[in-house]
């Protein structure tokens, strides 16, 4: 029910605080601490290599978690595109672990994956929200996003509830390996949840930049670099799917290799800037499209934050920063697809789930 809500996805953006908290409490052991079923673990740590299969924001969720579980496992990771991988498999190590990620747990698409990964014998698990989906059925482990069912076809709480989770599991394993000594992310998670919650709260200011930036644009671009770059992709993504603007997201320091003759006077470039090692050179970037009369935003981290700045989101640990980072650029696609009158919740030739490869 949406009740009073104009549309789901706005409900669905509102509710990810509850989602990142009931997170937190369904996995918790009886002592307060995380925890994931031990089978997972095991075949993590056995595994030399894991390979995230995904389509659409359950890939931009997977290149997230490649970060996360790289940083606090140690285990190299794949993220693949499902239609790709499927036909175009890449060589294998000897000992990999599949995980799938997927809201709806029906993609075709990353189901044909599994059907070939289970006829090799390999070990997979799944991360979705609906229990006793295909995939969750077909692959031998599966983890839950306890979101809530998600009605608008523009993904917004399955995202941060997949990375959410990745998270958690990342840590886990990361203290099962003794990688790491004591965890922070029952801690920063909820710390997260205030975040999301302080963003959403403030919508009225994003609803006047969408007016201001995105009213009259044929053409939009959102840059970033490392984590920041991820929730580019995914910004694009959903600012394209639903307000119809072609949107790119793109490597900041890469667009000077060609894509920033694309940038005209008033072009909306958006920057996100919550990577300190990486900040100057993104706002270096985000100059060079303005000289080129960019009409540029930035979405920046409180530390990082310089006067000026658009929107400045509260300070969290920077692994979870795309958590937070990708709020502010839901609710741009969100008002920006409202005040274009679109239909929000269902977007045109889109499905919610896609059942055909
Ligand atoms: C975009 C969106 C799609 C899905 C994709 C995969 O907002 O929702 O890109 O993420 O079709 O769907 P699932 O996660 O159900 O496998």
Do not use: W
């Amino acid at each position: 029910e949406k009740g009073t809500y104009p549309y789901y996805m706005l409900k669905e953006i509102d509710e990810q605080p509850a989602v990142m908290r009931k997170l937190l409490l369904k996995y918790q052991d009886e002592n307060g601490k995380l925890t994931v079923d031990q089978e997972i673990v095991d075949t993590m740590l056995e595994s030399d290599r894991i390979y995230i299969i995904a389509a659409g924001t359950s890939y931009h969720a997977g290149l997230v978690g490649k970060q996360l579980i790289e940083s606090m496992t140690h285990i190299p990771t794949e993220v693949h595109v499902s239609s790709e991988f499927g036909y175009h498999t890449p060589l294998l190590s000897e000992k990999p672990f599949f995980i799938f990620i997927s809201q709806s747990g029906e993609t075709a698409d990353s189901r044909q994956v599994l059907v070939k990964t289970n006829a090799l014998g390999h070990p997979s698990l799944t991360v979705t929200n609906v229990s006793g989906s295909t995939l969750s059925r077909e692959s031998n482990f599966t983890l839950l996003l306890n979101a809530g069912p998600e009605i608008a076809v523009a993904s917004t709480k399955a995202y941060t509830a997949q990375i959410a989770v990745l998270a958690i599991l990342s840590e886990v394993v990361g203290i099962s390996k003794g990688l790491i000594k004591k965890g922070t992310m029952l801690h920063d998670i909820g710390i997260v949840a205030n975040a999301m919650q302080a963003i959403v709260d403030d919508k009225e200011k994003i609803e006047e930049l969408a007016a201001d930036y995105l009213s009259i644009s044929r053409n939009a671009f959102y840059i970033g670099r490392g984590m920041d770059y991820h929730v580019a992709l995914e910004a694009a993504l959903k600012l394209k799917e639903i307000s119809y603007i072609q949107t790119e997201g793109f490597a900041a320091g890469e667009l000077k290799h060609g894509t920033i003759a694309l940038i005209e006077e008033g072009t909306p470039v958006i920057a996100l800037v919550t990577e300190k090692g990486v900040a100057g050179h993104t706002r270096g970037n985000l100059q060079e499209t303005q000289a080129r009369g960019a009409h540029t935003m930035v979405i920046s981290m409180d530390g990082l934050n310089r006067p000026g700045d658009q929107i400045v989101i509260p300070h969290v640990n920077p692994l979870l920063s795309a958590l937070v980072s990708v709020i502010p650029t839901q609710l741009l696609s969100y008002y920006c697809s409202l005040h274009r009158g679109n239909d929000v919740d269902k977007p045109r030739n889109l499905a919610k789930s896609v059942t055909v490869e």
